[in-house]
């Protein structure tokens, strides 16, 4: 059992410009919405795929309700807490003349109640699981060391630690060691202090990294991933598909790998479905996910090689 959580969930609200002019008007070509967050999108591949997971976090007014209902539409299994506040939009402008700009509210302030209502409940969800999935941003309220402390719930309950997040909630949360976490080029950057310009290096960046995590995967997009665990290191690369949007990308990589382990890969063939999965939700429209046909297609052509 994989359960995700999301403590700043989002609408993803995509809007479709045929060439961004910033200043200027924009004629829009279409909209889409859809359910987002790291945890929610993670589950959502799971749940794809056939695994078994529970998505938990923070909804609330209509758009938490938004969320709710494609969830229940996915059969992806959810119990959420109830916020007062409403859950934020997230908008995304495509363009199609490179990665999409996007517009992140902050989120709905968490109360000090709520946040130790969503730990009774994380508690009593973790008995049930074998990986617990933290990441996304932390809403206003949180407090800033919010995945350290989920972390060692989590691991009280004897379940292995997922951590993908970014600046001071990575920073902290890292303190707990957890067993994945999965920066990109960028975040790596960040957590090193030091520039990443090639492959070479994202492996390099993946051993140094797991000072911090048992095993680490630095992704780098359609350049695909480096893998670094206890036993070596791997590169992986994507399939080549033409890209429609990246938006969920990375997530639908970490729900095929924690997938793929659950159903007894070792860590380079689960990578190679996480590489798949990315490049299957690539294909995809807005905020849409992979779906388990295409997956199962472009496992085919995606690859992991062994380097130390």
């Known amino acids: ?3 995700s959580v999301t403590l700043n969930p989002c609408v993803d609200r995509v809007v479709f410009v045929p060439g961004l002019r910033v200043g200027d008007t924009n004629r829009v070509e279409r ?6 967050g790291k945890g929610v999108n993670l589950s959502r591949v799971v749940a794809e795929l056939g695994g078994r997971t529970i998505a938990t976090g923070f909804l609330g007014g209509g758009t938490g309700a938004q969320i709710r209902h494609v969830l229940h539409s996915q059969g992806v299994h959810n119990s959420f807490v109830e916020a007062a506040g409403a859950t934020r939009v997230n908008t995304s402008i495509e363009s199609g003349d490179g990665p999409p700009t996007t517009l992140n509210e902050a989120g709905p302030t968490i109360s000090e109640e709520e946040w130790h209502r969503l730990l009774a409940h994380c508690e009593n969800l973790f008995h ?18 919010a995945f350290r402390t989920l972390g060692e719930l989590a691991r009280r309950e004897g379940c292995r630690v997922l951590l993908d997040a970014d600046g001071e909630a990575m920073r902290l949360g890292v303190q707990m060691r957890p067993d994945l976490i999965k920066p990109n080029l ?9 520039a990443l310009p090639d492959r070479s290096a994202a492996v390099s ?34 399939p080549q598909v033409e890209s429609r949007s990246t938006i969920g990308s990375g997530d639908s990589m970490l729900g095929a790998l ?6 007894g890969s070792d860590w380079p063939e689960a990578l190679r479905w996480g590489l798949a999965a990315g490049a299957a939700t690539a294909t995809t429209d807005g905020s849409e996910i992979a779906r388990k046909p295409v997956v ?6 995606a690859s992991v090689e062994r380097v130390s």
């Open 1 to 3: 059992m994989i359960v």
């Open 31 to 36: 909209v889409e919405t859809d359910a987002g």
């Open 128 to 145: 049930r699981a074998d990986w617990v999935a933290l990441g996304g941003s932390l809403p206003p309220g949180v407090p800033p060391d």
């Open 186 to 194: 960028r975040e790596a950057e960040r957590l090193l202090g030091t």
């Open 205 to 238: 960046a993946a051993r140094d990294l797991r000072s911090m995590a048992e095993n680490v995967i630095v992704s780098m997009g359609k350049d695909g991933a480096a893998l670094a665990t206890a036993d070596g290191a791997w590169l992986g690369r994507s």
């Open 258 to 263: 924690l997938w793929a382990l659950g159903e």
């Open 296 to 301: 199962m297609l472009l496992y085919n052509e």
